[in-house]
């Protein structure tokens, strides 16, 4: 058996939580035997699920790094998820790389960019090794535009800070251009 890779990325507030419980969903109606993971710090809405920003929810596994995920792998899953993989280590595309060897079918999404418009973690390297890349954009708060940033609206410095509506916009190349200059 051989599996595959697939990225669903994008900015905040794009819908990739929404898709991935989508296709895991669809997964689990297939009685695919499925496991889905999470970075414990992503606490947002639930500890033991992931949730989209308008409340869809499947159950999902916290872990704090990549050898709690490896240890806590079902041995015999066939469908992983993994939500907000920006936030695990280079570490993490082996990881997904070996899952697909071994005949999985591996569904990540994460942050393609951080808030500053730079390549987020491991999310370069994942979207080359990967067979299907599905890049998913917002709607700009500002004008309506498609987005593909996430503004984070405090002035905390700190590549990875947790937060929603409160804390990041997304917002288009035009408004970022304009916050930029
Ligand atoms: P992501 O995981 O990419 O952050 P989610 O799947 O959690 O996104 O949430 C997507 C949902 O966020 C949309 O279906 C919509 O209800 C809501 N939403 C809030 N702000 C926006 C925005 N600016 N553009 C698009 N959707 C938004
Ligand atoms: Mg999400
Ligand atoms: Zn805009």
């Known amino acids: 058996d051989i599996g595959w890779v697939e990225v669903i990325c994008g900015p905040m507030f794009s819908g990739k939580t929404e898709e991935l419980i989508r296709r895991i969903r669809r997964a689990s109606f297939a009685k695919q035997r499925v496991q889905v993971f999470k970075p414990k710090i992503d606490d947002r809405y639930d500890a033991n699920a992931i949730v989209s920003h308008n409340q869809e929810r499947v159950e999902g596994i916290p872990v704090s790094d990549l050898k709690e995920m490896r240890q806590k792998l079902d041995p015999h899953v066939e469908v992983v998820g993994i939500d907000e993989i920006q ?3 280079q570490g993490v595309v082996d990881f997904c790389d070996e899952l697909a060897n071994k005949g999985c079918r591996v569904i ?3 942050l393609d960019l951080d808030y500053l418009g730079e390549p987020f973690g491991p999310l370069p390297r994942l979207i080359c090794q990967a067979e299907y890349v599905s890049k998913l954009l917002a709607i700009c708060v500002r004008c309506g535009n498609p987005a593909h ?3 984070r609206l405090s ?4 590549q990875v800070l947790v937060g929603s509506t409160d804390q990041y916009e997304a917002i288009c190349r035009r408004c970022f ?4 200059d």
Do not use: I, L, M, N
């Open 177 to 180: 251009k304009v916050g930029q």
């Open 155 to 158: 002035t905390d410095p700190q």
């Open 87 to 89: 936030f695990f280590d």
């Open 108 to 110: 990540v999404a994460g």
């Open 149 to 151: 940033h996430s503004y």
